[in-house]
């Protein structure tokens, strides 16, 4: 019984310790949703989609999925009319690179820099896209 | 103005609705890993998976990590995670190391279903994802041991 207690505990610690830094991430992701900062911001994605083969507009999933999570970006990825090939090569990319607020705050947490692991994983997945347009 | 209200209640419902949600995963995990603990169930896991963090020059104990995050998702696991990493007093690369092969490559079970729904090849992107992942770990761990090496041969 001891053993379950300090179990519950120890989740009740982790929990308060993560809500503190969950709660601000969410909140900015909601007011990137709110003012639409999105179709502005994803313009800068635009050259990068040539390099992957996908059309512009699949620029707005990708920065979607980026700044919410990997709902938010492959709900915008439905919206497009992608043929099979520009499904797998954006829903690989977007698996890769989603959630970067909310679950790259994690690292925060575990004292490493949030930036470079967002930017391992941008990097990783345009490397992933470009191989997959190459190898499909 | 309404506008105004619905965003704030809007939000409020998500962060109760995302911690709670963490809540239902995080405590009973963390209970689970307690009685493990005891047991001893742990150790005998990470002997088993010692290639594996060696590959990526982790500590065996870091495996347990590396697998919470793999199969739980970064969120879901962070208890895991985060508990191991403090207990084990990992090095900094190390804990970057683990970071970037559970960003890039989480909740294996979970987001690939979620593909099966929206279309696309899921099993290649299961695969790039997993190769990805434990390919750029093991790039990461690489600078360092050669800096390390470096630094050894200059002095």
């Known amino acids: ?136 | 103005m309404e506008n105004i209200y619905f965003f704030i209640c809007s939000t409020i419902k998500d962060c109760i609705l995302q911690v709670l949600q963490l809540a239902i995963v995080i405590i009973p995990i963390s209970i689970l890993v307690e009685i493990f603990n005891r047991f001893g169930i742990i150790d005998k896991i990470s002997l088993k998976t010692e290639k594996i963090t060696k590959l990526l020059s982790l500590p065996k104990e870091a495996a347990i990590t590396c697998f919470a995050g793999i199969f739980l998702g970064i969120l879901s696991g962070s208890g895991i995670i985060l508990g191991t990493i403090k207990e084990k007093g990992l090095e900094k690369h190390e804990v970057e190391t683990i970071f970037i092969l559970v960003g890039i490559c989480h909740s294996i079970i979970e987001e690939n279903i979620i593909f099966i729904g929206f279309g696309g090849n899921v099993l290649i992107i299961a695969l790039v994802r997993f190769f990805a992942g434990v390919l750029s770990a093991y790039v990461w761990q690489l600078i360092f041991i050669k800096n390390h090496s470096l630094l050894l041969v200059k002095k």
């Open chain 1, 1 to 136: 019984m001891n053993v379950f207690f300090s179990g519950f505990f120890n989740g009740i610690k982790m929990m308060i310790s993560l809500s503190k830094i969950l709660v601000p991430a969410i909140l900015i992701v909601k007011i990137l949703e709110y003012t639409s900062a999105y179709n502005y911001v994803s313009k800068l994605f635009v050259p990068l989609c040539d390099v992957v083969g996908l059309p512009g507009t699949a620029a707005i999933p990708f920065f979607m999925g980026i700044v919410s999570n990997i709902y938010g970006g492959l709900g915008g990825m439905l919206a497009l009319n992608l043929d099979y090939k520009e499904m797998t090569i954006l829903g690989t990319m977007i698996a890769i690179s989603h959630g970067g607020i909310i679950e790259n705050s994690i690292a925060l947490k575990a004292d490493i820099s949030m930036g470079l692991i967002f930017f391992v994983r941008l990097i990783v997945a345009i490397l992933s896209g470009m191989i997959l347009k190459l190898v499909l």
